[in-house]
């Protein structure tokens, strides 16, 4: 399990070396880099990936707390400079998708193309989010474990994979609780939609059918804010696709990198 200081954060991450731009995956509110394992396991063994940890997630260190998209966007481009990554296809997934997009913003050099997964340029509202806030601080993640596995995961899921339900439940609410609430604040504050027009990588959008969090409606409206950006539905999800359909979100992720200028068909 390796672990690397940035700016005084212990930052938990796995870095794998192989042919083309390195795959970038940030996960979402509330889970740890677990949630893309079985998606890797799809896609080609040859290609270089990099997982990790966002501040006060999984095994990673709070340091001094999250206030915005900037903090996770500035310690991604760290751990980018400190692993001598150049080239990168980001998948960002949920706040992830911001991160990525915040990245391509302040530091657009190492970026060659974006999948922003179950996510837009504006996730829900400030009243939701400060909702949201004012639950967890008085109740903790418990509170809200069952609601939000009614947007993570289908009916279909719940029915029929309840031992993984549980587990990814746990991740949840195992999660540090400071930096739940900082990254909801961050989501809270931001808005990226003035910007999703100078988007100029390549970027692919995709977004499971039965999403509860951000419903395929808002990632197609999204979508087409994005100059040539591409759109894609999973059937069968729910907002975490890389979990519930590894094998179709890792096709798509696939060809779209096979398709990138100056990538081999």
């Not at 395929?216 to 979990?243: K, M, N, W, Y």
Request: hydrophobic letters at 45%; one cysteine or more.
């Amino acid at each position: 399990m390796p672990f690397v200081d940035i700016g005084g954060v212990s930052m938990h991450y796995r870095h794998r070396h192989g042919d083309g731009p390195v795959l970038v995956f940030i996960n979402s509110l509330g889970t740890d880099f677990r949630i893309w394992d079985d998606m890797i396991a799809a896609l080609d063994p040859n290609a270089g990936l990099l997982v990790y940890d966002k501040r006060g997630h999984g095994l990673s260190g709070l340091g001094a707390g999250v206030r915005s998209i900037d903090d996770h966007a500035n310690d991604l481009a760290a751990l980018l400079d400190r692993l001598d990554i150049d080239g990168t296809v980001l998948c960002g997934l949920s706040i992830g998708g911001l991160i990525a997009q915040r990245l391509l913003m302040i530091r657009p050099q190492p970026v060659r193309a974006m999948v922003l997964c179950d996510t837009a340029a504006r996730i829900g509202t400030t009243a939701s989010w400060d909702k949201r806030i004012e639950t967890v601080t008085r109740e903790g993640i418990e509170a809200i474990a069952d609601p939000i596995m009614e947007t993570w995961f289908t009916p279909a899921f719940h029915r029929n994979r309840p031992a993984d339900l549980a587990g990814y439940r746990n991740m949840l609410v195992r999660q540090s609780v400071a930096g739940y609430l900082g990254s909801c604040a961050a989501l809270r504050e931001a808005d990226y939609r003035e910007a999703a027009g100078s988007i100029s990588v390549p970027t692919l959008w995709v977004v499971g059918d039965q999403d509860g969090s951000t419903p395929p409606e808002l990632v197609s409206q999204t979508a087409d804010l994005v100059p040539g950006a591409r759109f894609e539905v999973i059937a069968g999800a729910g907002h975490i696709p890389c979990i519930e359909k590894a094998a179709a979100l890792a096709a798509l992720i696939s060809g779209f990198v096979a398709a990138l200028p100056g990538r081999k068909p």
